[in-house]
């Protein structure tokens, strides 16, 4: 299986930061990548597919990009909205995998 | 609008079975791969399993995790895909997702279903 890993597994930020996580793969996934976003209580969402792209009606305060094998997500501009755990989930093969998470609080 | 709804979560006693369905609307059911996912109390989340739409051969996979104890079907006629889950264990305690991708074999969650609540216990 291929292991994910998502680093910090949590962070504190103020409002109007700048977020960066990161997720890396442990074998070459190309850009089968997604990111979740997930709510306490709520269902997970899908922001980026294909490593980079923006899933339409996502805020563009949310970003993502790859070097290498590593894998980041990045908030422009952290608002309260964005309390959640963030979750990267490879899909090149099977079985799917995803990271531990990121959770985002703010200070 | 593409809607999933699952039922069939409760308490239930380690080592009994149980099934979970995903009723869809919206959209045409026998298309389209379902996936499941699950996410334990205080956990990450955690893909379970899929099944293909009958077109691409309609098989299933499933996480290492669980194969062996998971079964997904589809019944393509009533647009329900279904879990089952043998020989419960407290750690399979979660809440059970299922969910449908952009493509037709999607292994993505794009839409989901509002959750299904397992409580493994005695």
């Known amino acids: 299986d291929i292991q994910m890993t998502q680093s910090p597994s949590s962070l504190s930020a103020s409002i109007g930061d700048r977020v960066i996580f990161t997720c890396q793969a442990s074998?070459?996934?190309?850009?089968?990548l997604n990111w979740y976003q997930k709510k306490s209580g709520q269902v997970p969402k899908l922001l980026i597919y294909d490593a980079f792209n923006l899933e339409p009606n996502v805020p563009s305060r949310f970003s993502a990009n790859v070097s290498g094998p590593t894998f980041t997500f990045a908030i422009d501009s952290l608002q309260p909205e964005d309390v959640a755990s963030y979750y990267c989930q490879q899909y090149q093969s099977l079985p799917l995998t995803f990271g531990g998470g990121t959770k985002v609080e703010v200070k | 609008e593409v809607e999933l709804i699952e039922s069939g979560g409760g308490l239930i006693q380690p080592g009994r079975s149980l099934k979970l369905s995903c009723l869809s609307s919206?959209?045409?059911?026998?298309?389209?791969?379902i996936n499941w996912f699950r996410q334990a109390p205080g956990k990450g989340l955690e893909w379970v399993g899929f099944i293909r739409p009958k077109s691409y051969g309609g098989k299933a996979d499933y996480a290492s995790s669980v194969k062996g104890r998971f079964n997904i079907s589809r019944d393509d006629s009533k647009g329900i895909a279904h879990l089952q889950v043998k020989s419960l264990k407290t750690e399979d305690t979660a809440v059970y997702y299922c969910?449908?991708?952009?493509?037709?074999?999607?292994?993505?969650?794009?839409?989901w279903g509002q959750g299904a609540l397992v409580v493994v216990s005695s």
């Open positions: 969910a449908r991708g952009r493509y037709y074999i999607s292994t993505s969650g794009l839409y």
């Open positions: 919206g959209f045409n059911f026998a298309d389209y791969a």
């Open positions: 074998q070459d996934i190309k850009y089968s």
